[in-house]
């Protein structure tokens, strides 16, 4: 009987620790919300860089607008800048400066002037295509849109579909711009990287 116990008293300090880890374990597993994985777990593969055209038309005129203001602050009317303004689109995207040309998607989201001393948006959309093997996919965008400068700089700030992960940057450049009705037709190149 001696010989048992000291051997369990040798022992102790050994299954304390067992017993301490893997309750540790077991803790972190039950009150842990997230993993770590490898992306194989998802099928992800090498990542690519794509670039992507095309047209984005606001039409703010007309019988069938696809750009709406939907609120503006007090000040708003007196503001040179249109500050407060803020405007809801779900606009057309095509492959063209023509409206009439392929429809390849569409711009859903939020833009409304931020800037007290120019015409400059923060932009909140998401590009949604409806077409080829991009169908179903979004990209995400958020960033400021200085209207009256040549080529403006917004980054790509997630996706979904085949733009899952995607990350990169839209470079807007108005092509057309009714100073009367606030029509506009904005080309635009993304570039993105994907998997």
């Known amino acids: 009987m001696a010989k048992i116990f000291a051997y369990t008293t040798a022992?102790?300090?050994?299954?304390?620790?067992?017993?301490?880890?893997?309750?540790?374990?077991?803790?972190?597993?039950?009150?842990?919300?997230?993993?770590?994985?490898?992306?194989?777990?998802?099928?992800?593969?090498?990542?690519?860089?794509?670039?992507?055209?095309?047209?984005?038309?606001?039409?703010?005129?007309?019988?069938?607008?696809?750009?709406?203001?939907?609120?503006?602050?007090?000040?708003?009317?007196?503001?040179?800048s249109s500050f407060g303004l803020i405007t809801m689109m779900d606009d057309p995207l095509t492959v063209k400066p023509e409206i009439s040309s392929k429809l390849v998607g569409r711009a859903q989201g939020i833009y409304a002037s931020a800037s007290?001393?120019?015409?400059?948006?923060?932009?909140?959309?998401n590009f949604v295509f409806s077409e080829g093997k991009y169908n179903g996919s979004t990209l995400s965008i958020l960033g400021r849109n200085s209207v009256f400068s040549g080529?403006?700089?917004m980054p790509v700030v997630g996706g979904s579909?085949?733009?899952?992960?995607?990350?990169?940057?839209?470079?807007?450049?108005?092509?057309d711009l009714d100073f009367k009705t606030g029509d506009a037709v904005v080309e635009y190149n993304v570039y993105v990287f994907h998997y």
């Open 151 to 153: 080529v403006r700089e």
């Open 161 to 175: 579909g085949l733009f899952r992960f995607a990350r990169g940057y839209a470079q807007a450049k108005t092509h």
């Open 11 to 80: 022992s102790f300090p050994f299954l304390l620790i067992v017993i301490l880890f893997s309750s540790t374990l077991t803790t972190a597993k039950s009150d842990s919300f997230s993993r770590n994985l490898s992306p194989k777990t998802l099928g992800i593969k090498r990542e690519k860089l794509s670039h992507l055209q095309f047209y984005f038309h606001d039409i703010l005129s007309g019988r069938n607008p696809t750009a709406v203001r939907v609120a503006q602050a007090d000040s708003t009317k007196r503001s040179l």
């Open 116 to 125: 007290q001393s120019e015409l400059s948006f923060l932009m909140a959309l």
